[in-house]
Every structure is written in C-alpha cells, then in structure tokens.
C-alpha cells in the first residue's frame, strides 16, 4: 500500500504567482508558502508585492517579486527571463490576475474591453507559454488557471467577463491536450463569489442578496476556501487530472 497522502506534499517546488499583490493571489501565494512552496509573485503594484513578500518570508520560504502589466505582452517576456535568474525550474503557475468591469453590455467600452480581455485571457495564454517553456524543459509542471462560475451560469451586468471565463475553461482543455506530452498538466480553477477587497466594493447590497441566493451553502467564498483545490491541482495526487475545471462554489453551478 502507498503512503497516498505524501502526494500531496509540496515541500521545495516553486510557484509562479501572477495577480498576487492582492485578493485571491496574495491568500494563494501565503497558503502555498506555509505548505513548503517559494514563490515568485507579480503583479503591477510594487509596495503591495513587497507586503505579500514579507508575509511569504514569516513563513521560512522565500519570495521573489516581479512588477508587471499582464496587458504588455513583452512584459511577460521579461518575467521569464527574470524566473530564469532565480531558477532553473517551475512547478507551478497559478494565473490569477484578472480584471472585472461589471456594467450593462450597452455601456461596456473599447477600454473596458481591452483591460478585461488583455489581462484575464490574452495575457493568461501568454503567461502559459512563457512559464510553461521553462516546464517543458523539465518535462513536469502544473498550470492552474482561474475561471468563474460565470462561465457556466451568470448576472446581468458580467458578459464581456463571463465571455473570458468560458474561454479560459475550453483555452484550459486546449492546452491540456496539447502540452500533456510534456508532462504539463493544465487545470482551471472555478469558484464562485470570492469575499475579497475588490468584491467588497461591488457585491454589496441587491447584487450581494442575489449572488447569496444562487449559492446553496448559503454564503461567500472566502481565499481559504480555495487552498484545498489549489493544493491538490499543484502536487501530485492529481498527476492524472488535465483539462478540468473544478468548481469550489458552494453548489453554485449544480443549482443553475
Ligand atoms: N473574487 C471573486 O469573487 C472571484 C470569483 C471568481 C473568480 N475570480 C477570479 O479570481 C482572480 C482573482 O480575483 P480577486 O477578487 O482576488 O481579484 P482582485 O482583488 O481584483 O485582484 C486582481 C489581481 O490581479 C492583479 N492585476 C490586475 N490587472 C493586472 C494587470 N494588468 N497586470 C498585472 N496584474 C494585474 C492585481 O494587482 P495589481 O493591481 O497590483 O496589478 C491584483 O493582484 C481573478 O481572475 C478573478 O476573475 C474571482
């Protein structure tokens, strides 16, 4: 009988963080951390990074920090090379950053468009390809990328948003299919209403009542709610697991 539980283990791998200065990608880059991971975190703001570090640090791993706009797609070229100099490998990347724009889809505009699309999904793909390089070099990695139940059920107010949300799950399939000869496993992450900063903004009172009466365990997600799936898609117990989409959404998708 195997020690089945040592698969889960995550002790010295190294994790690629992105939309990690706040939110679900700051929670993920300390819950990683305090299960034995060092990180290599970015994001667009510098000071809220070097707060994460320090948190990472309290934990004994350690945290590299990369400041950059996903929407530059030579700006991802350079976190590669900047991996390059910290490691020669990466286990993980967690693509988390995302941009949210909630209005009717008469008032969306080109801007809103272009910030939601070339964050969450143009630059979700190039961060794919540039960290899953350096994966392929090793013949080993895990790619976990942030979906929504928004792909699958959704308000008012949410298309262009949901739109990229769909596509991050069959963009997830996609890839699966195509870089599982190199050993790269490529999952998505689903949850449903995350009770972070930027939601405490927008889910507040009729939107917050509704998105409550969609969720059958009858509350908000919280960051911590997600590390359980997090660590399981980043070790190897879920080595035979590529192209998903696991929701962690209270029943939200099974009630729609
Ligand atoms: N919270 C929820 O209810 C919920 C539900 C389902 C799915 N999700 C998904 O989970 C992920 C995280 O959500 P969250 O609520 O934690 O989001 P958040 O609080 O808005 O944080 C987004 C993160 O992305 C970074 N980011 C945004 N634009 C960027 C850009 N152009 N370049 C680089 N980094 C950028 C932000 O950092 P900087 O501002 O420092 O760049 C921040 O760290 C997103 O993909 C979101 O769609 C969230």
């Known amino acids: 009988m195997q020690d089945h539980y040592k698969k889960f283990d995550l002790t010295g791998k190294v994790a690629v963080i992105t939309g990690a200065s706040e939110g679900i990608g700051r929670d993920m880059a300390i819950g990683l951390a305090e299960a034995g991971v060092d990180v290599i975190i970015c994001s667009r703001r510098e000071e809220k990074l070097l707060a994460v570090k320090k948190s990472v640090e309290k934990t004994g791993r350690s945290a590299e920090t990369y400041v950059l706009d996903l929407q530059q797609v030579k700006e991802i070229a350079g976190l590669r090379s ?17 941009h ?10 080109e801007n809103d468009w ?13 961060c794919c390809q540039a960290v899953g390089s350096i994966m392929r070099e090793h013949g080993y990695g895990k790619i976990i990328n942030l979906g929504s139940t928004f792909s699958k059920s959704i308000v008012p107010g949410r298309s262009v948003y949901a739109g990229i949300k769909a596509g991050i799950d069959h963009l997830t399939e996609a890839l699966a299919m195509e870089w599982a000869p190199h050993g790269i496993r490529v999952n998505a992450l689903a949850p449903t209403a995350v009770n972070t900063p930027s939601r405490q903004v927008t889910l507040q009172g009729p939107m917050l009542a509704k998105v409550l009466s969609r969720i059958p365990l009858g509350r908000l997600a919280t960051p911590d709610d997600l590390m359980g799936a997090v660590i399981y898609l980043s070790s190897e117990a879920s080595d035979f697991v590529t192209g998903q989409t696991l929701f962690v959404d209270g029943g939200w998708v099974a009630a729609s």
């Open 82 to 98: 900047f991996i390059k100099t910290k490691t020669d490998r990466v286990d993980i990347l967690i693509n988390n950053a995302g």
């Open 100 to 109: 949210a724009v909630t209005k009717p889809a008469w008032d969306i505009s």
């Open 114 to 126: 272009d910030a939601m699309v070339d964050t969450g999904f143009k630059g979700l793909f190039f």
